[in-house]
């Protein structure tokens, strides 16, 4: 889907390029996404959000004695 109409980037272009580990700013300078009409940045942003390794993942696990200890 195209995000930034005026300079005809996709999600894609952004997803990759924030995977890749550029900021938001650099993808602007990069690719001139919200430089124009700025109608995209909103999207724009919350896509590179989702899409960045900055972003913290939660990683929950339980061990077999906590299981067990709630289950008794």
């Known amino acids: 889907m195209i995000v930034c ?13 924030a995977r ?3 900021g938001f700013d650099d993808i602007q300078l990069e ?5 124009q ?8 942003r919350a896509l590179w959000s989702e899409c960045s390794p900055q972003q913290s993942v939660a990683h929950i696990s339980r061990d077999v004695t906590t299981q067990q200890a709630m289950s008794a």
């Open 5 to 17: 109409i005026c300079r005809r980037i996709s999600d894609k272009t952004i997803a990759q390029c």
């Open 20 to 22: 890749s580990g550029m």
């Open 31 to 35: 690719l001139g996404v919200a430089t």
């Open 37 to 44: 009409c700025g109608q995209c940045e909103g999207c724009a």
